[in-house]
């Protein structure tokens, strides 16, 4: 079956950084555009940014842009997302997810099939 396995999350203070990861399995990783949501207690799950199956397209939620990095590791079937300069609005449990198999990437949560556990990050002031 298809598991997606996020890791890294953590306690950092505001300025610090992180290095969420995701191992799939179970699925063509190659062939899918990988996608990081978000969600805070009490709000609905947001995009944070998507990454090509290709590796060179990517996209990014404006209140991450500049601070945010994906990548993608197609020979280990892994994705990454580099978080510096986080900050206590960051603070979420950060889920990766595989898309349908789509042509483009997406930022609607409903286009993306297969989605981790999540990972807590929380950021401190």
């Known amino acids: 079956q298809v598991q997606l396995v996020e890791s890294g999350g953590g306690l950092v203070q505001a300025g610090g950084s992180l290095r969420l990861s995701c191992a799939a399995s179970g699925l063509t990783f190659s062939l899918r555009n990988m996608g990081w949501f978000r969600q805070a207690p009490g709000k609905e799950r947001e995009f944070v940014g998507a990454?090509?199956?290709?590796?060179?397209?990517?996209a990014y939620a404006d209140a991450v842009k500049g601070r945010f990095t994906v990548s993608r590791d197609n020979a280990k079937n892994t994705v990454h997302l580099q978080m510096n300069s986080l900050k206590p609005e960051d603070t979420a449990v950060y889920y990766c997810a595989a898309d349908r198999v789509r042509a483009t990437m997406s930022i609607r949560s409903s286009n993306y099939e297969y989605w981790g556990q999540g990972t807590q990050v929380t950021v401190s002031s």
């Open positions: 990454i090509g199956r290709n590796e060179a397209s990517t």
